[in-house]
């Protein structure tokens, strides 16, 4: 598990005083009007393409399937957190193809929170977990519901998509492949020299500087994965519903496993702009208090298969 340092996350914090509840992880279901998902052709393509019409957001289509998940112990960078490997079943469902950008939860909250400020294709940051449950209640009252954060177990699978490496690439991973381990600076802040006793001379003050690097990468930047998800290494770290647990593997369920409660913390997946290779891996588990939020987190939504009520005629994957 990858932590922060402290002087990072007190200098890039902001808190959010409200508190969201956790919010039930409906199961996933098929499509309306298909067959139960235990049959592969009652499902889409792995990675066929939807697009949502309200935010441009496009989805790929992860399909049914069982996975080891968590890191065997001989994989380099692993922590006691991500084992013991054990088999996971999932139903299929739609993952953002990209983290959600800085245009898109403008298009439905009115605002963009970010510190690193780019253009609306750039992944939005400064996201806290209960910011990004603010942004699916909204979403879902828009479009008929279906959205949601995905669960930890939905992340490594989508993720690894079919692949049992430390990363979906392979063994390794490159700055061609993924955003990550960046240099930065913080602003500094004005400093007025003392002036010395009688002086008229006004006090200089020094002009605020960021380091060039202090940024995100455009969304979709780097190669896909097999089911078509960019940046699911590196980035921004990203939110899953989970409540962190360090031993949840030796006690989840198979089927469709999810940790619910209001612990002091949520689970985080991905690695970030500024973190090693070692926690970009699709095993790697971090996670933060609820209401943090940082220029190094973000968040990537799932949608059910079948919404509680069916979108709109356009809008049906």
């Given amino acids: 598990m990858r932590r922060l340092p402290a002087a990072l996350v007190l200098a ?39 697009r949502e019409t309200i935010t441009g957001m496009e989805f790929r289509w992860i399909p049914t ?8 112990e001989d994989e380099p960078g692993r922590e006691d957190d991500e084992g013991p490997q054990h088999t996971v079943c999932l139903s299929g469902f739609w993952m953002g193809a990209t983290e959600v950008t800085g245009g898109q939860w403008r298009a439905v909250l009115g605002d963009d929170p970010s510190l690193i400020k780019n253009d609306d294709q750039y992944p939005v940051d400064m996201i806290s977990w209960d910011m990004a449950q603010n942004y699916v209640r909204e979403l879902n009252a828009r479009t008929g ?11 490594e699978y989508a993720c690894r998509a079919g692949t049992t490496t430390a990363y979906s690439f392979g063994p390794e991973i490159t700055k ?17 020299p003392k002036k010395r006793r009688g002086s ?33 290494h590196g980035n921004l770290w990203e939110w899953c519903q989970d409540e962190y647990d360090a031993e949840a593997y030796r006690k989840t369920a198979k089927e469709n496993p999810v940790v ?26 971090s996670h933060a208090w609820p209401d943090m939020a940082t220029a190094f987190y973000g968040l990537r939504l799932v949608r059910d298969a079948r919404p509680a009520e069916p979108l709109p005629e356009t809008e049906k994957p």
Wanted: proline share 10%; with cysteine; hydrophobic share 45%.
């Fill in 260 to 285: 619910r409660g209001d612990g002091e913390s949520r689970v985080m997946r991905g690695g970030s702009w500024v973190t090693k290779a070692d926690a970009l891996r699709s095993a790697n588990r």
């Fill in 12 to 50: 890039l914090c902001l808190a959010v005083p409200a508190r969201a509840a956790d919010p039930a992880v409906p199961k996933a279901a098929t499509p309306a009007g298909a067959e139960p998902a235990s049959t592969a052709a009652a499902e889409p393509a792995p990675g066929a393409e939807w």
């Fill in 65 to 72: 399937g069982c996975f080891v998940m968590g890191a065997p």
């Fill in 176 to 192: 061609e492949q993924a955003a990550f381990d960046k240099p930065f600076r913080l602003a500094a802040e004005p400093i007025a």
């Fill in 200 to 232: 008229r001379r006004k006090a200089i003050r020094r002009q605020p500087r960021t380091w060039p690097n202090m940024h995100t990468t455009l969304a979709a930047s780097y190669p896909a994965n097999a089911f078509g998800l960019h940046d699911m």
């Fill in 145 to 155: 519901g279906g959205f949601r954060l995905p669960t930890e177990a939905e992340w």
